[in-house]
């Protein structure tokens, strides 16, 4: 069965940084899907964040944190990250990792419905 487990959620100050970690565990390669962090606020829904394309050459973001955040992937440690810098009260919110089963080499769905697996979720709060 895969599991993921994020882990680096924590209170920072706006403008810092912090890394989160998604272990990908359960006799299967992170590489085999395409990667996703998601993240849900209080009182809104789940949205799309950060992507990255199974073959690991493409990469996707929201608007609003297009230049901030990085998401990579480390094949050899079956984890997925995302950097995420200069951290902004509006990024406050459950973080979410999840994989996408496609065939596809480069597609990196925003849909929450497409995604397979997810993990538990590691909560970001950036104060002012």
């Known amino acids: 069965q895969v599991q993921l487990v994020e882990s680096g959620g924590g209170l920072v100050q706006a403008g810092n940084s912090l890394t989160l970690s998604c272990a990908v565990s359960g006799r299967t390669a992170v590489s085999r899907y395409a990667n996703g962090w998601f993240r849900q606020a209080p009182g809104k829904d789940r949205e799309f964040v950060a992507g990255?394309?199974?073959?690991?050459?493409?990469?996707r973001y929201i608007d609003s944190v297009e230049g901030r955040f990085t998401v990579s992937r480390d094949n050899a440690k079956n984890t997925i990250y995302l950097q995420m810098n200069s951290l902004e009260p509006d990024d406050t919110a459950v973080y979410y990792c999840?994989?996408?089963?496609?065939?596809?080499?480069?597609?990196?769905?925003?849909?929450?419905?497409?995604?397979?697996?997810w993990g538990q979720g590691t909560q970001v709060t950036v104060s002012p």
């Open positions: 990255l394309s199974r073959a690991g050459g493409s990469t």
């Open positions: 999840a994989l996408d089963r496609t065939f596809s080499t480069i597609r990196i769905s925003t849909a929450s419905a497409n995604y397979e697996y």
